[in-house]
């Protein structure tokens, strides 16, 4: 027989008392200073915020040993110097009202304090118009004239000394560099008219000019590039957008900055920089209002990539949520959700085929006498494509083409020489250029400026025909055809159920369902731009859709899933023969339609293989 649990000791009583000064810094600091990287990103914002334009930071052994800032900024006076060290001062706000619309990166007056108390820590500092500069030891107090030019220099040396417990939880000195680094990149890609440099033990490990751009949107394009490559740059739009004034008449909020296109998603959100007035931040409304404006054009879990401007009112937002200042908290959290998924989404929505005509001419590879390059006549394009009956649909013939040559009256005579191929004048030029081809009744080639573009069709019409009913369904509601003739279909109870709960819901996408007996129901009336579709496989889809989605809210945010449904029924089949007519018509349209680039799956819908890139394919200039 198990003996009864005894009660644990009931612990002593233990008076009250206030912490000593130290150990309430020391608290502090575990609240502040996680890692090196704390200290330089606390560090960082105060050398901002003192009007630096060139900031240095110097480590050793990742920011274990040393940590070194160095500012060209306003500096701070000789008898302001002891206060600095001291809980919660800080220049920065003075009042309940300042504290409630922070301008400034740092405001909380408590970061040096508890630096100091785990680490040895100095600050050497000249103040503008002052005549000697200054060196405080944070440990002894003791104050001392020096050399130096205007700014400061703050050095923390043997960081969690007095804490050696904490130190043990400190990574490899690489990974606590990486760090360190990577919260000096937050700050550039914020302040692009500030020069960062960093190095460690001794040696230039990141560099950053200051950008001399005219204004702040070009002066961050290229601080962008500097710090995270040309394909960032290159992969990603640019996001300028203005919400509209509130009711109250306050301030609009901005949303800018540049967004990648879905090619450049990755598996990891390891390139998403949100800033909110100025302050890097990790913010839940942010960034979901910024995923889902990829909702459709972003392929499975993948995660794009993006770096985003929130200016809004600063009475509008609350910075002092957490210690570290990297959360914030909105007063309409809607407002900010609605003007950051707008805005991305704008940038989004223009087709990217267009940038081919922007696009320099191909370099040559290898010097030879290479001909102009031609795009073939409709009529020799013709060759290459099996005759097939006309398509009437959404991709009804935009292209005037010569007649096909009729055969000669002898069989034995050759026919006659088709007319040579014409350049094509400049004015005309295609961004996806002209069909040439279908291969295996999937693909559309097509021969523009760059050289060859290969197009899914289904994909691409999937994405025509989903825009198409977007747009209605925004306008009011999707038009209906009725059919002459319904179709009638044998249905579980299920989809007989869902039917009559949703007729409503159904009606605004353009259909009529309604029992035909009690285990059949008939369609009525389908969406006038899936008229040729197959209507009972349609309806069975959006049904299963809906049966999934019951309440109102729910199918509200489905909308766009149901619709993306309907359009691949809608789009032309794979394996099906189009005329060059049809082929150019898809081209055209999908260089006017919003987000063709994508299918509503997130699969890209053209590809585009220069002429560079077919040479290397063929070793030609080799």
Known sequence: MNAPLSSPPRPERRAIRELPDELISQIA????????????????????DAGATQVTLRLLAGGVRLIAVEDDGGGIPMEELPIALKRHATSKIRDLRELESVGTMGFRGEALAAINSIADMAILSRASGQSNAFLLDGRSGELKPVARSTGTTVEVKELFFSTPARRKFLKTDATELAHCVEA??????????????????????????????????????????????????????AVDYLSSMRDDGGQAVRVWGRVG??????????????????RFVRDKVIT????????????????????????????RVDVNVHPTKIEVRFRDSREVHQAVRRAVDAALAAPRAAAALAAPPTPEVFKENRPPSLIPSAQAAIQFVAPAARYVSDMEALWPVAPLPTAAANPFQPAPEPAPAQPLPAAEVWPLGRAI????????????????????????HERIVYERLKTQLVDARITSQPLLIPVTFAATPQEVATAEAHTETLATLGLEI??????????????????QGNATELARSVLAELAQHEAST???????ELLGTMACHGAVRANRRLTVDEMNGLLRQMETT???DQCNHGRPTWRQITIKELDALFMRGR
Not at 262 to 277: E, S, T
Not at 291 to 307: K, M, N
Not at 514 to 531: H, I, M, N
Not at 554 to 560: L, P
């Open 554 to 560: 729910v199918v509200q945010r489905a909308q766009n």
């Open 514 to 531: 309604t029992p035909f007996s009690p285990k059949t129901l008939a369609v009525r009336a389908v969406p006038t731009t899936l008229v």
């Open 261 to 278: 296109i879905p090619d450049a998603a990755r598996a990891r959100p390891d390139q998403q920089f949100a800033y909110v007035n100025g």
């Open 29 to 48: 600091a575990g609240e502040v200073v996680e890692r090196p990287a704390s200290v330089v990103r606390e560090l960082v914002d105060n050398a901002l």
């Open 594 to 596: 919003d987000r063709s």
């Open 288 to 315: 979901h209002a910024a995923r889902s404006a990829y909702e459709d054009v972003l392929h499975g879990q993948r995660q794009p990539i993006y770096a985003l401007y929130v200016e809004i009112d600063p009475t």
């Open 184 to 237: 000096v990149r937050r700050h550039a890609l914020a302040r692009p008219d500030v020069g960062f440099a960093i190095w460690h033990e001794g040696k230039l490990v990141e560099q950053w000019r200051a950008c001399p751009a005219p204004n702040n949107v070009d002066a961050i394009s290229e601080r962008l590039r500097d710090v995270l490559g040309d394909d960032f740059k290159d992969k990603s739009v």
């Open 437 to 460: 081809a279908q291969l295996q009744g999937i693909y559309i080639l097509a021969e523009n400026a760059q050289g060859l573009v290969i197009v899914d069709m289904h994909a691409a």
